[in-house]
């Protein structure tokens, strides 16, 4: 191999990991790897280099900052050793291992990481972030507030919500909504509701649970053991991973459920059914092993909003100084996979209850995909969504924010759907391609 | 994967399986990078793959090669993940995947290796190589933000860092070379 072959290997490399690839690059890297060995032998000292030079960069910044503005702990880089340990910690939870200290006094120290109209019974003055709190007996009556406990655990809390924290590792849910995001020190955080303990094993997942003994667990990355209380279950938890939602209650047991409502109620409504204007949601990828769910948040449309399931960061917010049009107010959410937004393919199909306005939010710099073109018409408003990753920042388009990183806008799209299945496609093809957000309003309750 | 009840090892085994599984982790991490290529896919699949490995612990025969056994399941794993959960469309097909997982088993044999020539490689740089070295490890926002801070063209520092990884290749080989004569 000449030198400038092994050059240009190299920067085939740099490319592939960090996803800057053409799709000419790719197909060169791959043909360089099938066909040449010694090419195979490089991208394997290649990989050796890469993990030992991040192993140790790790190393030496772990201790510099525990908690990282970001909270999507499931991407932190990971001491060696640490990592080792903790892929091992794993494995001790489901053996009923207590690994981390429980607090004396009861109850979890908790950071405030955001609220939006929250109010918390018994804590006076602004939920402003950073404010700590001593979380005990616990009552969310409006609103969402997310905090950060001790334990590097980040719950995302809806209203109405009642609880109770045992310690910064088990929260008693009786009723309400919780996401998690567990993060590397807090796997083994346990959830317990009525029906039985939810137990992670790793990452992202939700709860909702109400006072009738019924509680959903939907998984957004990573796993977690249900352990239903139900006796005909026959005993033994049952694992849920990526993508999958199940039901269980004190009367029927565990049984799968396709769709995750986040509902975001109105104070009053004790309904613990999503009874909203979608009926279904489901895409054209899930198989007989995996299958995708879709959150769908009962009047979430409003700033703050996470946008993607399966991005912990970007949220909906008008641009600046402007405000979210009037007529997405109060629209229902769903929150689709940004991941899916190269799928060429790709089909999701909502099952609607009755004749409804349906909004999908789509990058103002993307090519639009001719399904859009055909059934939608622009509204002439927009929003943006961020923060993306700052690898992106030099995208068209992007709006660099007070925090260095990138926003983008949507353009708001509209189409009047009558009740029954309505079909989206894929995202489109661009280079930089984003995926779609979507609203929906029942027709007779939007404002003209 | 369903819903249905695991089978699940016996308790006396966790001792083992932490043991194992600690003792293998660079190893798996470096078998999986070199099927997905990117360090947090790798770490992503890992994490992953460590559940169902318990879950599955129970046909590991001790005493056996625990390396090979895990990296099976860390190949459907691997999979899996470019089916379903992939952040790029741009990754490695079937046929390529199985090509580098056969030549990667026997090729981790190199690895401890690679990993003690890599300190008196980094050592070899210049230091602010070395930092650059590191500070692309550190970079949350990517080269294109590395780039920004340091006041440099994406373009430059993206050849340099290429180049940079091409020197450190290069030496990790020159010096497990030269201990294997």
Avoid at chain 1, 113 to 125: F, P
Avoid at chain 2, 160 to 181: F, G, N, P, W, Y
Wanted: net charge negative; with cysteine; glycine share 8%.
């Amino acid at each position: 191999m000449t030198p400038e072959q092994k050059n240009r290997l190299f920067i085939l490399f740099t490319g592939h990991a960090a996803e800057t690839q053409t799709a000419d690059e790719h197909a060169e890297l791959q043909h360089a790897l099938r066909h040449d060995a010694e090419a195979r032998r490089l991208w394997f000292v290649h990989q050796d280099v890469e993990s030992g030079i991040q192993s140790r960069s790790a190393v030496q910044t772990a201790f510099v900052s525990t908690k990282r503005a970001k909270v999507s702990a499931w991407r932190q880089r990971r001491p060696l050793a640490a990592a080792a340990a903790a892929a091992a910690a794993v494995f001790l939870i489901g053996l009923g291992v207590a690994f981390w200290s429980v607090s004396s006094s009861g109850g979890a120290v908790a950071r405030v990481v955001a609220a939006y109209d929250a109010r918390l019974v018994g804590v006076e003055g602004d939920l402003s972030a950073g404010r700590k709190l001593q979380l005990k007996r616990l009552r969310l009556e409006t609103g969402r507030l997310e905090v950060t406990l001790a334990s590097g655990v980040r719950l995302e809390m809806i209203a109405p919500l009642e609880g109770e924290f045992s310690h910064d590792m088990r929260l008693r849910l009786d009723s309400g909504s919780v996401n998690a995001d567990v993060g590397e020190h807090g796997k083994g955080f346990t959830i317990e509701t009525a029906a039985g303990e939810i137990v992670d094993l790793g990452t992202e997942f939700g709860v909702q649970a109400d006072r009738l003994g019924e509680s959903r667990v939907a998984v957004f990355s990573g796993s977690v053991e249900v352990h239903s209380r139900e006796p005909r279950m026959g005993g033994g938890p049952v694992t849920l991973t990526e993508g999958m939602a199940a039901r269980f209650s004190v009367q029927s047991g565990l049984r799968s459920w396709r769709e995750v409502a986040l509902a975001a109620r109105e104070a009053g409504l004790a309904s613990a059914h999503y009874t909203g204007i979608v009926e279904r949601v489901r895409d054209n990828l899930g198989d007989d092993e995996l299958q995708p769910f879709y959150g769908v948040v009962r009047r979430g449309m409003d700033p703050g909003m996470l946008a993607f399931t399966d991005k912990p960061n970007p949220r909906w917010a008008p641009r600046p100084g402007d405000k979210v049009p009037s007529f997405l107010l109060g629209a229902d959410l769903i929150r689709t996979y940004h991941q899916f937004r190269y799928r060429k393919a790709y089909e999701l199909t909502l099952s609607l209850r009755e004749t409804a306005e349906v909004y999908v939010l789509i990058n103002a710099q993307s090519q639009l995909p001719e399904w859009l073109a055909e059934k939608f018409t622009n509204t002439g408003e927009s929003l943006i969504a961020g923060p993306f990753q700052g690898s992106i920042a030099d995208w068209p388009g992007a709006i660099i924010g007070a925090d260095s990183l990138p926003y983008f806008e949507f353009a708001i799209w509209k189409a009047n759907a009558p009740p029954g299945e309505f079909t989206l496609g894929a995202a489109g093809s661009a280079e930089n391609q984003f995926m779609y957000g979507i609203a929906i309003k029942p027709k007779n309750h939007s404002t003209p | 994967m369903d819903a249905s009840p695991p089978t699940e090892p016996p308790h006396s085994r966790h001792e083992e399986f932490v043991t194992l599984l600690t003792a293998s982790h660079p190893k798996l991490l470096c078998y999986l990078l070199s099927l997905l290529g990117r360090w947090h896919d790798a770490q992503d699949v890992l994490q992953r793959a460590s559940a169902l490995m318990w879950q599955k612990f129970g046909t590991f025969q001790s005493g056996t090669d625990f390396v090979a056994w895990a990296s099976t399941v860390c190949f459907y794993e691997a999979k899996a993940f470019q089916r379903l959960a992939a952040r790029s469309p741009l990754h490695f097909d079937d046929e390529l995947l199985a090509l580098l997982s056969d030549e990667r088993a026997e090729d981790l044999k190199h690895h401890d290796a690679r990993m003690t020539a890599l300190d008196s490689c980094l050592a070899k740089l210049r230091e602010e190589d070395r930092h650059l070295v590191n500070a692309s490890c550190d970079a949350h926002g990517g080269i294109s933000a590395l780039a920004a801070q340091l006041g440099r063209a994406p373009a430059t520092l993206y050849n340099k860092l290429s180049q940079l990884r091409r020197i450190l290749a290069d030496c990790v080989t020159s010096h497990t070379m030269e201990e294997a004569t």
